[in-house]
């Protein structure tokens, strides 16, 4: 099994499952990539109140 790149839209609601006491496993099972991919993002990447920008935004 393969790990695969979030999209954008997913972030919100990897948050809001999250708020939820959801799993890490359970959110991975309603939006389809592993546990890994799920957790690596809650742990570096998903701050509450997250919110994507394009990388470009970041240098500006």
């Known amino acids: 099994m393969s790990d695969q790149q979030l999209q954008p839209e997913e972030r ?9 006491s959801t799993s890490t496993r359970a959110i991975a099972r309603i939006l389809g990539p592993s546990p ?4 690596r993002e809650l742990v570096g990447n998903l701050p ?3 919110a994507s920008v394009p990388a470009a935004a970041c240098r500006a």
């Open 12 to 20: 919100p609601t990897i948050t809001s499952l999250q708020l939820k």
């Open 36 to 39: 890994g991919t799920i957790g």
């Open 48 to 50: 509450i109140g997250y």
